[in-house]
């Protein structure tokens, strides 16, 4: 008999959480009958069809009821898993994880299991104030209430144990996944008279997108273009400083893509510019596809998969580092990106490195890899 297991995500929109979720529910829903509980009936990405879907509540945006609502959320949710026998619930993202938390503090049977999606020092610092405390005081009061935290790298593993008390063998790594069979390269690549440089990802603050395009109109003289990939809603001030740059006809907008891996495999090298992440899917994707990478050295991620070799937590200051398997800029340097793009373009034997590099790499990450320890986890081993 099937074991009634549930995934707990805000919606299934747009980003990186969310493509993990739709993953791991494509390879485990022959093995367990699955209950995909929502704050928000949002999709863009695909759902097997034998799962079970349920609005647990609304998608509000006002910060003080979204706080106000969690225990009755949680109360709502546990009468759910009572009713439908579920032994092991997963949540992904700040908000269900907080409910989880609740539903544990009220005496849920249900075994929770909490995934924590990015640095969490960082995201707080990204908030407003009252924000940045409330939820500082929900992680370090609710968080070690669940039966296992699951953090998506080393660092932010770290980031919860060191800064928010939670006890480390409550804690645990496991990366994101990648499905690895979905390569497509275009053979006449590097055949073209222009190097296409390609960032894909929501268009949210965190992504620091104007970062990027402040560093490619330093290397516009070049043979060079920019495609960004996503939506969200900073894209209009994206979008104003591209015009006011005059970057209009080398950069272009390519909207929302769920399977973003044909597009990927047509350009030169993938670019991130992020303040900070959790472990970012668009660079296992990246190198998927054995396209070379540039990232910045934010917290946390990159660093763990282009230099496995280095120290996770140190963070470039003032120069660009070649690593391993990609090359890293330090945070909010534009000067330095500029440096790194305008390297990667100059440098084939830079690039072929990368290139061959890349599918070694990303073995660790292979989806049924990640799935095994995530059903390890459902059994409760």
């Known amino acids: 008999m099937k074991r009634n297991i549930a995934i707990f995500i805000n919606s299934l929109e747009s980003g990186g959480a969310e493509r993990v979720v739709s993953l791991l529910m ?8 699955i209950h995909l509980i929502l704050l928000d009936d949002k999709f863009e990405f695909d ?5 079970t879907i349920y609005l647990l509540g609304s998608g509000t945006n006002q910060s003080l009821y979204k706080i106000l609502e969690l225990p009755i959320l949680a109360i709502k949710l546990n009468r759910y898993f009572k009713r439908n026998r ?3 619930c997963l949540s992904f993202l700040s908000r269900p994880n907080f409910v989880l938390g609740f539903c544990k503090l009220i005496g849920t049977n249900t075994r929770c299991i909490i995934n924590e999606r990015t640095s969490t020092s ?3 610092a990204s908030l407003g104030r009252f924000s940045a405390i409330l939820s500082r005081i929900l992680v370090r009061k609710l968080y070690p209430l669940a039966d296992l935290i699951i953090s998506n790298s080393k660092y932010s593993r770290g ?9 480390a063998e409550k804690t645990s790594v496991i990366y994101n996944p990648v499905e690895s069979h979905k390569v497509n390269i275009v053979t006449d690549r590097n055949k073209k008279d222009i190097f296409t440089f390609i960032h894909v990802g929501k268009f949210r603050p965190e992504k620091n997108h104007l970062l990027l395009i402040r560093a490619f109109e330093k290397i516009k003289e070049l043979p060079v273009r920019l495609l960004l990939v996503g939506k969200g809603p900073t894209e209009q ?5 591209v015009h006011a740059l005059g970057l209009n006809e080398k950069v272009l907008f390519g909207g929302f893509n769920p399977n973003p891996f044909e597009i990927i495999s047509q350009t030169d090298c993938m670019v991130l510019s992020s303040d900070f992440e959790g472990f970012p899917n668009v660079l296992l994707e990246a190198m998927v596809n054995s396209i070379p990478i540039i990232s910045v050295d934010c917290f946390s991620g990159p660093r763990e998969l282009l230099a496995p070799d280095t120290d ?3 963070s470039l200051k003032n120069n660009i580092e070649l690593g391993k398997y990609g090359i890293l800029v330090p945070r909010r340097n534009e000067f330095l990106l500029a440096d790194a793009m305008k390297l990667m373009f100059s440098q084939p034997d830079l690039v072929l490195k990368y290139k061959e590099g890349s599918p ?3 073995k660790e990450f292979e989806v049924n890899s990640i799935v095994e320890k995530y059903e390890s986890l459902i059994s409760g081993q």
């Open 360 to 362: 070694v790499r990303v």
């Open 86 to 88: 579920i032994s092991t």
């Open 312 to 314: 996770f937590e140190y």
């Open 159 to 167: 980031d919860l144990i060191n800064r928010f008390n939670i006890p």
């Open 26 to 33: 494509k390879h485990i829903e022959a093995k367990y009958n």
């Open 47 to 51: 759902v097997p069809k034998n799962i």
């Open 237 to 241: 001030a994206v979008i104003d400083e």
């Open 122 to 124: 960082a995201y707080h």
